[in-house]
């Protein structure tokens, strides 16, 4: 599995990955010339299938799971595409609240991948006028979304 940076026509290289040991697997990939960022997720059945493939992550082939697609998810952004911190390059205030049904859920994504998927459920609400984020929120985000293992 490789991944082109189509701005440079450079090969990224890979970065970090993790298999938090639920069966999911998450790896990020980075382009050497402008620091762009690709990210791939998969739950458990598409773990399976990246390993059925013989794809390997970072030198090592993914560990055996269950079956199903590939979705990789593209992340445009500099290095800190993958920040944790919730806040906004942009310096605006006001954005969403979380609650704490909804925080506890965003608690259990795994490692570098946190960020990017707050912002997404925080892109959401602000695309959908929504104040606060909640369990129920983060379920619709999802079905929209196509996100169903986030
Ligand atoms: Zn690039």
């Known amino acids: 599995m490789k991944f082109l940076c189509i701005n440079c026509d450079r090969q990224m290289v890979f970065e970090e990955r993790q298999f938090p040991g639920d069966g999911t697997l998450a790896a990020a990939f980075r ?7 690709v990210a791939i997720l998969t739950n458990p059945m598409e773990t399976q299938l990246v390993a059925s493939l013989g794809v390997k992550i970072g030198g090592r082939t993914v560990p055996e799971q269950p079956m199903e697609t590939v979705r990789g ?3 445009t952004g500099k290095d800190n595409a993958f920040d944790d911190s919730g806040g906004r390059a942009d310096g605006r205030t006001g954005g969403p609240t979380w609650t704490a049904e909804a925080q506890e859920r ?33 379920d619709a985000a999802r079905s929209e979304l196509g996100l169903e293992e986030m």
């Open 106 to 138: 965003l608690a259990r994504v795994h490692g570098f991948v946190r960020g990017m998927v707050k912002r997404i459920y925080g892109d959401y609400a602000r695309d959908h006028g929504i104040a606060e984020i909640t369990p129920a929120v983060m």
């Open 73 to 75: 998810m593209v992340v």
């Open 31 to 37: 382009c050497p010339e402008c620091g762009r960022c």
